[in-house]
């Protein structure tokens, strides 16, 4: 099964686009539709309340395994503009970029979009993408001309994701849910999609970030019952275990999550947001389907606190959200300045060794001194988040620590560091 974001400004012709390529489904901020009429499944997902809703636009495409960029003949918008930028920043490598409402324009118009598209992608991960001339116009002396050229493209597409979906299916079980509800007499459904390894009925799973085991009743996938499903298969699973009011949209059947409310993201400013990242500036956190507001405690670039990182600057964003996240190593975390004619400013992946290491420090830890030290006892302890003392890592000595005490004015050597 693939699954595609169907992408563009609320007048690109997305949504009649999407309705052109399969059967509505579920219908929220999202619209599915669903083409399993061949042997290979796709699942369309339309960013329906974009642009007034960034997470509509963020949970189509981290549903997806491919892109289609819909833009009209009138030309480029801030929010197609917004739309590259994003895809961009989550590292699409498969995608389209549909000409819409072909049939209202002329060639060389068109020609001209097409030039202009090339030009504004170069450099980007959508510099490659093939870009189609299309219509969804019944009634046009052309009627949907285009649309089998962009199916046929989108087949070929499917075919060089398929290895990397199967690549997965060995990892261990992770499915992000997008929809739930209650089903009398069944109790609680999910919808989501599989992004890694294999679930079966009959499983017991985590549920992250609340960190619970729930026991998998039933699955299904396109309304048929099925015993097992694997990497990139849309599903509807029963669940056991659980109360609705526990769920939130990109919540996480898992094995195992990390989860932490305080992040240090190694990321790159987008060349595009002209303010930059300012130390104590609030934004709006994507990860997955998971999402809240932050704020920026620090920015660090080349090793040194900094007040604000630029555009197209790499840099490590401190922030702290209001409430526990659940993610792996590999996912990328996507920031956004609500405020800003051009929201998405960064996206990178959280430096899980920053973070284990500040979360190991702050607890005290038992201490062994260098005979330089000499001016505590051995096997003492000491809490670098105590107030009478300040704790730093030297990095000349990877594993070497330093603690400076305002009542015994000197610098103690520690080795405690395999001790974490």
Same mark, same amino acid.
């Given at each position: 099964?693939t ?5 563009g ?17 579920? $219908?929220?901020d999202?619209? &599915?539709?669903?083409d399993?009429? /061949? ?18 636009l ?6 997806a395994?491919?892109v ?6 009138q ?5 197609? @503009? ?5 895809a961009d ?5 498969? @995608?389209?970029i *549909? +000409? ?5 324009s002329?060639?060389?118009? +068109?020609?001209?979009l ?5 030009k ?8 490659? %993408? #093939? ?34 979906l199967? *690549?997965?299916?060995?990892l ?5 849910? $997008? /929809? ?6 069944i ?5 989501g ?7 079966h009925t009959? $499983?017991k799973?985590? &549920? !992250?970030?609340? $960190? ?12 048929? #019952?099925?015993k *097992? ?20 949209r990109?919540?996480l ?13 190694r ?9 930059g ?6 934004l709006?956190?994507?990860? @997955? &389907?998971?999402?809240d ?10 090793g ?17 959200? @209001?409430?526990?996240?659940? !993610?792996?190593?590999?996912? &990328? ?12 400013? *960064?996206?990178?992946?959280?430096? %899980? ?12 830890v ?35 620590? =330093? ?9 103690f050597?520690?080795?405690? !560091?395999?001790? =974490?």
């Amino acid at each position: 099964m693939t699954n595609i974001a169907v992408i563009g400004d609320e007048k690109s012709g997305r949504s009649s686009l999407a309705s052109k390529l399969g059967k509505k489904g579920t $219908d929220s901020d999202i619209t &599915l539709y669903n083409d399993d009429r /061949h042997e290979r499944k796709y699942v369309f997902i339309d960013s329906k309340s974009y642009p007034k809703s960034l997470k509509s636009l963020t949970a189509a495409l981290n549903l997806a395994d491919m892109v289609v960029l819909c833009v009209t003949p009138q030309g480029l918008t801030a929010h197609t @503009g917004e739309c590259i930028i994003a895809a961009d920043l989550l590292g699409f490598r498969h @995608g389209i970029i *549909a +000409i819409t409402m072909a049939d209202t324009s002329y060639g060389a118009v +068109i020609d001209d979009l097409k030039a202009k598209l090339k030009k504004i992608t170069a450099g980007t991960t959508l510099e490659n %993408w #093939d870009i189609i001339a299309l219509n969804t116009n019944k009634d046009a002396p052309n009627a949907f001309e285009g649309v089998d050229t962009l199916k046929d493209r989108i087949h070929e597409l499917a075919d060089q994701i398929e290895p990397d979906l199967r *690549a997965k299916d060995e990892l261990p079980p992770r499915v992000v849910i $997008d /929809h739930f509800f209650n089903v009398t007499g069944i109790g609680i459904v999910i919808l989501g999609r599989v992004l890694q390894g294999t679930i079966h009925t009959h $499983d017991k799973i985590g &549920l !992250y970030p609340v $960190d619970k085991k729930v026991d998998i009743r039933s699955i299904q996938t396109h309304d048929i #019952d099925v015993k *097992a499903a694997s990497t990139g298969a849309r599903v509807g699973v029963g669940l056991k275990g659980l109360l609705e009011r526990e769920l939130e949209r990109g919540f996480l059947l898992s094995d195992s999550e990390k989860m932490s409310s305080e992040f240090d993201i190694r990321c790159r400013v987008s060349a595009f947001a002209k303010n930059g990242i300012k130390k104590d500036d609030s934004l709006n956190m994507f990860v @997955g &389907l998971q999402s809240d507001s932050v704020r920026v405690n620090k920015i660090t670039v080349n090793g040194s606190e900094v007040e604000k990182a630029g555009p197209g600057q790499e840099c490590i964003v401190t922030v702290e959200a @209001g409430k526990k996240i659940a !993610y792996s190593p590999d996912d &990328l975390f996507l920031l956004a300045h609500l405020s800003e004619t051009q929201r998405f400013v *960064a996206a990178g992946k959280a430096d %899980w060794n920053r973070q284990a290491l500040r979360k190991k420090i702050t607890q005290p830890v038992p201490a062994r001194f260098s005979p330089r030290a000499g001016c505590l006892p051995a096997g003492s302890s000491f809490s670098p988040a105590a107030p009478s003392g300040l704790f730093s890592f030297d990095p000349a000595a990877p594993r070497s620590f =330093f603690y400076f005490s305002p009542a015994a004015p000197r610098f103690f050597f520690l080795s405690a !560091y395999n001790k =974490f």
